[in-house]
Antibody, heavy 120, light 108 residues
């Protein structure tokens, strides 16, 4: 079955950096774009970034552009999110999620998330 | 930026029909997707392309999109439908994915 497993969350000080990873299995990774979506405690869903299946296109939310970098390794079926200059407001559960392809712009599978806490 | 507006909460008695709206300017021009998130769980897709149900989603769930409002309708509501529901579109003008603020469905 399709699985997305995030790792790398933890506690980091404001201004610090962190790298999240997502291991995908159960589908042809090379044919799907991948999203990161976050959710602050008690808040709604907040889209972070999308990387295309060939890594040729990357899109970022305005709130993270210039601070977060998404990448993928198709040989290992992994997608990563490097976050730097972290702010308190970046505290959230970060979900890795699959784009089904085509032009839907939706998400059909989600990981369980990894918690990032930015605090001094 | 494109903004999706949802009511914060909707309450419905078991067996009745719940209607959750998602409002935005000319939303009919976009494909709207809906997610269900139960407490402590990851979101799950319950409707895509306005009114298509993923496999495993009951026929009680239906969707529509017209004018400035998209709607998720849940018929014969069950206790297990209690969750937060989010609408979402891809905004091609900004190349951003956009989520609504979410609606908490309470089954009385």
């Amino acid at each position: 079955q399709i699985r997305l497993v995030e790792s790398g969350g933890g506690v980091v000080q404001p201004g610090g950096s962190l790298r999240l990873s997502c291991a995908a299995s159960g589908f042809t990774f090379t044919t799907h774009g991948m999203h990161w979506v976050r959710q602050a405690p008690g808040k709604g869903l907040d889209w972070v970034t999308l990387i295309s299946f060939e890594e040729s296109d990357k899109f970022y939310a305005d709130s993270v552009k210039g601070r977060f970098t998404v990448s993928r390794d198709n040989s290992k079926s992994t997608v990563s999110l490097y976050m730097e200059n972290l702010r308190v407001e970046d505290t959230a559960v970060y979900f890795c999620a699959r784009d089904p392809g085509g032009d839907s712009g939706s998400i059909d599978y989600w990981g369980q998330g990894t918690l990032v806490i930015v605090s001094s | 930026s494109y903004v999706l507006t949802q009511p914060p909460s909707v309450s419905v008695a078991p067996g009745k029909t719940a209607t959750i709206t998602c409002g935005a300017n000319n939303i009919v021009s976009k494909s709207v997707h809906w997610y269900q998130q139960k407490t402590g769980q990851a979101p799950a897709l319950v409707m895509y392309y306005n009114n298509d149900r993923p496999s495993g989603i009951p026929e009680r769930f239906s969707g529509s999109n017209s004018g400035n409002t998209a709607t998720l309708t849940i018929s014969r509501v069950e206790a297990g439908d209690e969750a937060d529901y989010y609408c979402q579109v891809w905004d091609s003008d900004s190349d951003h994915q956009v989520f609504g603020g979410g609606t908490r469905l309470t089954v009385l």
